[in-house]
C-alpha cells in the first residue's frame, strides 16, 4: 500500500496556526510516502514565506515530496523579479528544478509547471509539457499509479470557475489520458472535488480522474469549503484495480482534520 497526501494553496502568509498544527497531527497519525504540494504555496512569494512553507514541509517528516509553484510564488510586485528572475526564490527553497519526478515502485508523480510570468492568475500548458508527460507515462511500469500535478484545474464543476481553468486543457487531457494517465491532480480555486473525465469528455476513451485540493491552511477559504487535503490510497494488487480517494477537512470545532468523503477511483489498464 502506497499512501500520498495531496494538499494545495497553503499560502504561508495566511497561515492559520491551529490549522497547521492539526495537518502535522494528521500526517503523523497517517504516516503517508508521498507529499505533494500542487502550488501556491506563498501568499505573495516572499522569501520568508518560502523559508516557513520549506520547514513546515520538513516538520510533516513525510519521506517524499513533489512541489509545484502556483501563480502566487512568482513575485507580483516586484517588476524586476517578475520579469527575469520570476522562480528564483521559489527554486532556492524547492528546487533545483521547477518541474519534478517521483519514481516509486507503485507510483509515478509527474510535475507540470503551468504558471507563466505575463499571466497574473491563469495558467497554460504548453506542446512541449505535454509531449514530455507523455513520454515519462508510457514508460511507467505496469503496477504504477500514474499521477500528474498541475496547479491550476484540468476540469471545473462550475460556470463561474471557468475562467480560472487551465488553458490548453483539452489537448493535455486527451493525451494524458492516450499515455496512460489515471488522475491529475490540481488546486488554485480552493475548492475540493472530484471528477471522472471520460464522463465530460466525449472520445477520451479512457477513465482519467480530475482531483482538485482545497486549501490547506490559509484564512482564504472559500465560504463553502473549510481548509482540506486529499489523502490517496493505491495498491497495486488490489481487485479490481482502484485508488482510494479520502478527503479530510478542518473542523474548527475540535481542531483536527477529519474524513468526510471516501471514494473509490476505479482505473484502466
Given at each position: 500500500?502506497?499512501?500520498?497526501?495531496?494538499?494545495?494553496?497553503?499560502?504561508?502568509?495566511?497561515?492559520?496556526?491551529?490549522?497547521?498544527?492539526?495537518?502535522?497531527?494528521?500526517?503523523?497519525?497517517?504516516?503517508?510516502?508521498?507529499?505533494?504540494?500542487?502550488?501556491?504555496?506563498?501568499?505573495?512569494?516572499?522569501?520568508?514565506?518560502?523559508?516557513?512553507?520549506?520547514a513546515f514541509c520538513d516538520q510533516l517528516a513525510i519521506p517524499h515530496l513533489l512541489t509545484?509553484?502556483?501563480?502566487?510564488?512568482?513575485?507580483?510586485?516586484?517588476?524586476?523579479?517578475?520579469?527575469?528572475?520570476?522562480?528564483?526564490?521559489?527554486?532556492?527553497?524547492?528546487?533545483?528544478?521547477?518541474?519534478?519526478?517521483?519514481?516509486?515502485?507503485?507510483?509515478?508523480?509527474?510535475?507540470?509547471?503551468?504558471?507563466?510570468?505575463?499571466?497574473?492568475?491563469?495558467?497554460?500548458?504548453?506542446?512541449?509539457?505535454?509531449?514530455?508527460?507523455?513520454?515519462?507515462?508510457?514508460?511507467?511500469?505496469?503496477?504504477?499509479?500514474?499521477?500528474?500535478?498541475?496547479?491550476?484545474?484540468?476540469?471545473?464543476?462550475?460556470?463561474?470557475?471557468?475562467?480560472?481553468?487551465?488553458?490548453?486543457?483539452?489537448?493535455?487531457?486527451?493525451?494524458?489520458?492516450?499515455?496512460?494517465?489515471?488522475?491529475?491532480?490540481?488546486?488554485?480555486?480552493?475548492?475540493?472535488?472530484?471528477?471522472?473525465?471520460?464522463?465530460?469528455?466525449?472520445?477520451?476513451?479512457?477513465?482519467?480522474?480530475?482531483?482538485?485540493?482545497?486549501?490547506?491552511?490559509?484564512?482564504?477559504?472559500?465560504?463553502?469549503?473549510?481548509?482540506?487535503?486529499?489523502?490517496?490510497?493505491?495498491?497495486?494488487?488490489?481487485?479490481?484495480?482502484?485508488?482510494?480517494?479520502?478527503?479530510?477537512?478542518?473542523?474548527?470545532?475540535?481542531?483536527?482534520?477529519?474524513?468526510?468523503?471516501?471514494?473509490?477511483?476505479?482505473?484502466?489498464?
Amino acid at each position: 500500500m502506497t499512501l500520498l497526501l495531496h494538499i494545495s494553496d497553503p499560502h504561508f502568509g495566511t497561515v492559520q496556526p491551529p490549522v497547521a498544527q492539526a495537518l502535522a497531527r494528521l500526517a503523523q497519525a497517517q504516516r503517508p510516502d508521498v507529499l505533494v504540494l500542487s502550488g501556491d504555496i506563498t501568499q505573495r512569494a516572499r522569501p520568508l514565506q518560502f523559508k516557513e512553507a520549506r520547514a513546515f514541509c520538513d516538520q510533516l517528516a513525510i519521506p517524499h515530496l513533489l512541489t509545484l509553484p502556483g501563480n502566487h510564488d512568482i513575485p507580483l510586485f516586484n517588476v524586476y523579479l517578475r520579469l527575469f528572475t520570476p522562480y528564483a526564490r521559489y527554486l532556492q527553497v524547492f528546487g533545483p528544478a521547477l518541474e519534478t519526478c517521483l519514481d516509486l515502485p507503485q507510483l509515478r508523480v509527474l510535475g507540470v509547471n503551468t504558471t507563466r510570468r505575463w499571466r497574473h492568475k491563469n495558467g497554460e500548458v504548453s506542446v512541449v509539457q505535454i509531449d514530455r508527460v507523455v513520454a515519462q507515462l508510457q514508460s511507467a511500469g505496469p503496477a504504477q499509479l500514474r499521477v500528474v500535478v498541475v496547479h491550476q484545474p484540468v476540469y471545473v464543476m462550475r460556470a463561474e470557475d471557468e475562467h480560472d481553468r487551465l488553458r490548453g486543457w483539452e489537448p493535455a487531457v486527451r493525451a494524458w489520458a492516450a499515455a496512460g494517465a489515471d488522475l491529475v491532480l490540481g488546486g488554485h480555486i480552493h475548492l475540493p472535488y472530484v471528477c471522472e473525465l471520460s464522463s465530460r469528455l466525449a472520445g477520451l476513451g479512457r477513465r482519467l480522474w480530475c482531483v482538485q485540493a482545497g486549501t490547506a491552511l490559509s484564512s482564504r477559504v472559500r465560504w463553502e469549503a473549510p481548509n482540506s487535503v486529499n489523502l490517496l490510497r493505491y495498491d497495486a494488487a488490489s481487485a479490481p484495480l482502484q485508488c482510494q480517494l479520502e478527503r479530510w477537512d478542518y473542523q474548527a470545532a475540535v481542531q483536527r482534520f477529519e474524513k468526510v468523503d471516501t471514494r473509490a477511483l476505479l482505473l484502466d489498464r
